[in-house]
């Protein structure tokens, strides 16, 4: 069971991802979680930064998905602007949502990889289905309720997480 909740890789922000790895692992699409991974929780706006790096993994050749928890018109505000689909009110660690985002862009689990900044709901979710899992550190800002309880579960196993990735 704990290993459902290793991610394939970790690292310490988005910018930490190499593309050049993905792709060679076989790597065609990539889900994204937003709150906290691509847009604190608690604001509207894509850092300007972020959002040349979202955009250059189009360039790249990535087909880009968004996977959330949050509601329609939160992950809409993010689609329009970067003209990439998304699936709300995802439910992760439930599958149903990330299947969803697979079959809009019709790739297969093996070719996907998914991007999230909580174990207990982004890496389980990805793990249980098969994905290729990144966890990135949160970005800053107010969190969900619920977000902040699983931050002190998730300390136990972010431990170790951090001792394997980060050595």
């Known amino acids: 069971m704990l290993a459902k909740l290793y991610p394939k890789l970790f690292v310490p922000s988005l ?21 906290n991974t691509l847009i604190p929780w608690d604001r509207k706006d894509l850092d300007p930064k972020i959002e040349k790096w979202f955009r250059s993994l189009g360039q790249e050749g990535f087909k880009l998905c968004f996977v959330s928890n949050n509601d329609e018109r ?13 699936v709300h009110k995802a439910a992760k660690p439930r599958r149903k949502g990330l299947r969803r985002a697979l079959r809009i862009l019709g790739t297969d689990i093996h070719e996907t990889a998914l991007v999230g900044d909580q174990v207990f709901t982004d890496v389980l979710a990805g793990n249980r289905l098969g994905l290729y899992t990144i966890l990135v550190a949160p970005l ?20 170790r997480i951090k001792k394997r990735y980060l050595k």
């Open 15 to 35: 910018f930490d991802i190499n593309l050049s790895d993905l792709k060679r692992a076989g790597i065609k699409a990539i889900l994204f979680d937003i709150d």
């Open 74 to 86: 939160r992950v809409i505000a993010l689609t329009s602007l970067l003209q990439v689909p998304g």
């Open 140 to 159: 800053a800002g107010k969190e969900f309720i619920g977000t902040r309880i699983n931050r002190k579960l998730e300390k136990l196993v972010l431990r």
